[in-house]
């Protein structure tokens, strides 16, 4: 890490901002960043994994953490006692688990503690976390949206327009098909629901993907997702069939294993396979989207694409519960033959989003800041109107000691559990999740985003690592 990270006069105030999917959160984390800059904050953004491990480098800071699981919590008590403050949202507060399970799975009493503002998605998510028994009563919780919904506002996402010509371009009239079987087809096997049995004939284990679960709901998942998968692997070369004048791509989801599509693909002569990117340019491209509860059919209905969730087989436990959001806000088919149907009216041009009252009264329950000023303005101006968060903790020998101190019993930690099967710090699912990114990208990145918001002023960007970056006006 730069030297230059231990001079606070440049960082006032500073917020951390970490990113896990790349693919997923950094073009929002970014224009984050972009927004916090014209108000006056400078930012660092890049992987969870690296800023976590180097977390004693900075000043003190506002951390915007993504999650507040029980994997939060040594790293919530290292950052407090350094002298961060910790801000929180979920990314996967949106498309949620029932109350019960998303608590436990999702949600850490004494993690939440550390935690001085939480950002919801909107009132649906608010209310979810005003059930949870533990939830600490002084906290205030903002329902500001997100800045991934931030992306997919009109203004916002001409961010975009380009890559979108490009894939036009490159592959022609195309159907999106987004997968999300990372459940029971993680990049790897320790990943899942279920870990394989060790021996013949042994009882399988649970899985990270388990983790809060009970056996019975995490079995039933696994049963039903498994389901799904085998029929969507029978759905790719038949969607070839009956569309000869389309492409067929298949966009993963970011932890999958893409192996068995691509292979699918080796079979056939139009199907193509890709998680390249931010889905948004995908979404801008495509005729038509094909999912089964897959978040992206939400995104595609605030683009105005038409989303078609394929429900074979049909588990109303799954399918109206827990991925009921995305389900409801596309077009519901049942077996093939309706599908074919439904995506050849949709071709056409005849038939469009599934626009109804209750699909718009869902988006607007479950999505604050669709209009007016974007989430990551809301926040930021939340974040200048707290007091107390920009207080720093005065520097001292001892103190600086046991920054060290801290932090390097949490990275040796973290560095040790890397190496343990299942552990989502392995490097290589690191690298997966967050490739290295040269500089000059991050730069065109935010120079596009200032230009679509009418941003003057200056910014400094500059490398600290191969995959973290400060963001800072000038």
Known sequence: MSSTMNDTSLFDPLLLIPVENQVRELDPKLLLACVAAQRGFSSIVGSRREMEFNI??????????????????????????????????????LVHLPAKTYFSRRLNASAMKYVLALFAWGQDNVELWRQYPHIPQDVPIHAVGNPRSDMLRSEVRAYYAKDAQALRRDYGDFILVNT???????????????????????????????RGMSW??????????????????ELIPALEQAFPGHTIVVRPHPTENPQVYQDIAASCRRVRVSNKGNVVPWLMAAAAMIHNGCTTAVEAYLMNVPAVSFLVPVNKAYDDDFYRLPNRLSHAC????????????????????????????????????????????????ILESMNGLYSRSRWTVAGSLQRWALSRGLSIARRLKSHLPGSHNRPEYQLHRYPELPLEEVVDRLGRLRALLGYGGEFRVESLSEVLFKIEPV
């Open 56 to 93: 004693d480098s900075f000043p003190s800071a506002i951390y915007l953490s993504k999650s507040m699981t029980i994997r939060s919590l040594a790293f919530f008590r290292v950052a407090r006692r350094l002298g961060h403050k910790i801000v929180a949202w979920d990314e996967e507060a």
């Open 180 to 210: 999300n079987f990372n459940h029971v087809n993680a990049f790897g096997p320790d990943i899942n629901l279920f870990r394989p049995a060790t021996t013949p004939g042994g009882r399988v284990r649970f899985g990270r993907a388990a």
């Open 216 to 233: 019975e709901y995490a079995s039933g998942l696994w049963r039903h997702k498994r389901a799904v998968f085998s029929c969507f692997q």
């Open 334 to 381: 049942f077996d093939f033959d309706e599908l074919r149907q439904t995506l050849e009216s949709i071709l056409s041009g005849k038939t469009g989003v599934a626009e109804t009252a209750e699909s718009r009264e869902l988006i607007n329950r479950y999505i604050e800041s669709q209009e007016g000023p974007m989430a990551c303005e809301r926040m930021i101006a």
